[in-house]
């Protein structure tokens, strides 16, 4: 049984690019897919936002001579091509998915509203929410987060490629140990970068749970919904 029944899930960008530096893996789709079919079948409520650095990072637009705001703007349009991606994958694995986009760009996906999404969602649709919060200076993180609570989620799973967090960066410190579960002011004292601070900020002062979990492995998304010891949670 679910322990939760709305549900946040935050994809990385980059994850979506599988052994690559950059685009989008077929590969990654399916098996993402598959794990989301996997807790949909069990009646679950899910919304997604994606990161865009498979396509471009807005951040890194300033080292090739853009200014911020356009950095930010190319970010937020990456993302709304990674949304386009994975409505295609759920749909070709027999789901219902909409795109609800935080800047107006009909056709290519509705413009986003919480009522609108909620509406979906209790209609049996995932929700692909696109564009990042709509603003530059804002990280997806901050999207994931703002969205969570605007759509009154039980929990923020954030998918990575690492199985939760750790007292240092696990792929640079072979003796880091992972922590199993956290408080927020536990993870704010040790300065664990979780999330960006107005990300992690929005989670706390709203009592949204953070899950970070390795979405990377195959079954690990059905065990965060389930409740089963995967990730770190905080709370």
Do not use: W
């Given at each position: ?168 960066d696990p792929e640079k410190d072979s003796t880091a140990t992972k922590y199993d579960s956290l408080s927020f002011e536990e993870a704010y004292s040790k300065n664990l970068k979780i999330m960006d601070l107005t990300a992690f900020t929005l989670c706390r002062e709203n009592s949204l749970s953070i ?25």
């Amino acid at each position: 049984m679910a322990k939760y029944q709305r549900i946040l899930l935050k994809l990385s960008g980059e994850s979506l690019a599988g052994n690559g530096s950059y685009g989008i893996s077929s590969d990654v789709l399916a098996r993402y897919s598959s794990d989301i079919a996997s807790i949909i079948e069990t009646g679950i409520q899910l919304a997604i936002v994606t990161g865009g650095g498979n396509i471009f990072r807005g951040m890194s637009g300033t080292d090739r001579g853009f200014d911020r705001v356009t950095g930010d703007n190319m970010g937020m349009l990456a993302t709304v091509i990674n949304s386009l991606a994975i409505r295609s994958a759920l749909e070709s694995a027999g789901m219902k998915a909409k795109v609800l986009t935080s800047i107006r760009m009909e056709p290519v996906g509705e413009y986003y509203s919480s009522s609108k999404a909620i509406e979906y969602m209790e209609s049996g649709y995932i929700v692909i929410i696109a564009g990042g919060t709509g603003n530059p200076f804002f990280t997806t993180d901050s999207a994931a987060a703002l969205r969570g609570v605007e759509l009154k989620a039980d929990v923020l799973l954030k998918g990575t490629r690492v199985d939760g967090v750790y007292t240092a960066d696990p792929e640079k410190d072979s003796t880091a140990t992972k922590y199993d579960s956290l408080s927020f002011e536990e993870a704010y004292s040790k300065n664990l970068k979780i999330m960006d601070l107005t990300a992690f900020t929005l989670c706390r002062e709203n009592s949204l749970s953070i899950l970070v979990f390795d979405m990377n492995t195959a079954g690990n998304l059905k065990k965060a919904v389930s409740g089963e010891a995967t990730g770190t949670i905080i709370e």
